[in-house]
């Protein structure tokens, strides 16, 4: 059974930073590309950042340059390491697998875990 679990959120003011981590289990991880994904409140559930099974990334426009995904897969897990965060950013904070490669659209595979929240003040 595959398990995603997130953490590292909390509260943060404007212009700070956070790191985020996903364990994964239950899938071959090495070759699973991961990504990150955030729900604001009253909004859908956007990609914020996607990493493959051989390290490249890819960012959503608004997180570009502020925002490095990275994994480790010895410990199965990925981290977003978030950095002068804006208001905007508040949301909760999901990973998910697929196995798609770089380039092409990012399919999350599994049931969502319980997420991180992540709150940015002015």
């Known amino acids: 059974q595959v398990q995603l679990v997130e953490s590292g959120g909390g509260l943060v003011q404007a212009g700070g930073s956070l790191r985020l981590s996903c364990v994964a289990s239950?899938?071959?991880?090495?070759?699973?590309?991961m990504g990150w994904y955030r729900q604001a409140p009253g909004k859908q559930r956007e990609l914020v950042a996607t990493?493959?099974?051989?390290?490249?990334?890819s960012y959503a426009d608004s997180v570009k340059g502020r925002f490095t995904i990275s994994r480790d897969n010895a410990k199965s897990r990925i981290y977003l390491q978030m950095n002068s965060l804006k208001p905007e950013d508040t949301a909760v904070y999901y990973c998910?697998?697929?196995?798609?490669?770089?380039?092409?659209?990012?399919?999350?595979?599994?049931?969502w875990g319980q997420g991180t929240q992540v709150t940015v003040s002015s």
């Open positions: 998910n697998a697929d196995f798609g490669y770089w380039g092409t659209e990012f399919a999350p595979r599994f049931d």
């Open positions: 990493i493959t099974s051989g390290g490249q990334t």
């Open positions: 239950g899938i071959i991880f090495r070759i699973s590309r």
